[in-house]
């Protein structure tokens, strides 16, 4: 029976859940050796005291939720155990229409999806100097979509470095992060002092030197004009998922046939 299912079973089949396994372990790695080099291992209320978020605890859920199904998938083919078949059918099944839910609840929630995108960047605005990975994402972020804060460069005042209150010594203090400004194409070498004191000047003038679109606005702008590339991914990832559960669902049928002493 063992020989039969082998075969039944297309190799690419096989390698591809191998890969989805591999993947998984790589993540894994990569977030536990990035915790290790911020020394969180030894200390793990270094992530309960961040206000925003850690982009590793993002990898590592990655990372466990790829190593589970692609161990459940390939030992579940390799050993015919129909349970971990189901359940890596199940979680395929469970993820699909978690993300059809979110999709639809997206579209049909804007403004209350709005606020919450706004509540989860002010709260990554003010751990910003808390975290390099986040750090970098919101620069990432920020230069990519060329914005500022959520909805201005006024939002970081929820940042205590850049906070333009009295109570303030920082050096930033009423600036903003270096990924704010204007590139200018004459300057090889990024300059990170470039945010410095721009928000002491009148707002009139600060255009010249950052951005003052919100990250908010810019990606609702982003959104309708790639919503073509956006939907193409969404169907693709839906129809891998698809052809995974029709995978699956075909492999455990196949097994409990030639368990009941059927022939094929």
Request: with cysteine; net charge neutral; aromatic share 14%.
């Amino acid at each position: 029976m063992s020989t039969l299912l082998f075969c039944l079973d297309p190799p690419w089949v096989k390698y591809h859940r191998l890969v989805h396994m591999l993947a998984g372990v790589a993540f894994l790695g990569a977030g536990l050796w990035a915790w290790s080099e911020k020394g969180v291992l030894s200390d793990l209320t270094k992530v309960t005291r961040l206000h925003g978020i850690d982009p590793v605890v993002l990898v590592l859920i990655v990372g466990v939720v790829m190593f589970t199904l692609g161990f459940a998938g390939c030992v579940g083919a390799l050993r015919e155990n129909i349970c971990l078949l189901k359940f890596f059918c199940g979680t395929i099944v469970l993820i699909f229409f978690l993300e059809l839910a979110v999709a639809v609840l997206a579209f049909l929630f804007q403004d209350w999806v709005r606020d919450r995108f706004r509540e989860f960047f002010e709260s990554n605005i003010r751990a910003y100097r808390d975290d390099i990975d986040l750090q970098n994402l919101i620069d990432s972020l920020q230069k990519a979509n060329q914005c500022c804060g959520a909805y201005g460069p006024e939002d970081w005042d929820l940042n205590v470095y850049f906070n333009c209150s009295g109570a303030s010594y920082s050096r930033e203090k009423c600036g903003v992060p270096f990924s704010c400004c204007v590139p200018d194409p004459a300057q090889k070498v990024v300059n990170t002092q470039c945010g410095y004191d721009v928000r002491t000047q009148l707002k009139s003038k600060w255009d010249e030197f950052i951005f003052t679109k919100g990250c908010i606005q810019a990606l609702e702008g982003w959104l309708p004009r790639n919503i073509y590339i956006v939907a193409g991914i969404f169907i693709a990832i839906s129809l891998l998922q698809i052809f995974g559960i029709f995978l699956a669902k075909t492999l455990i049928s196949d097994i409990e046939a030639v368990k009941a002493g059927h022939h094929f």
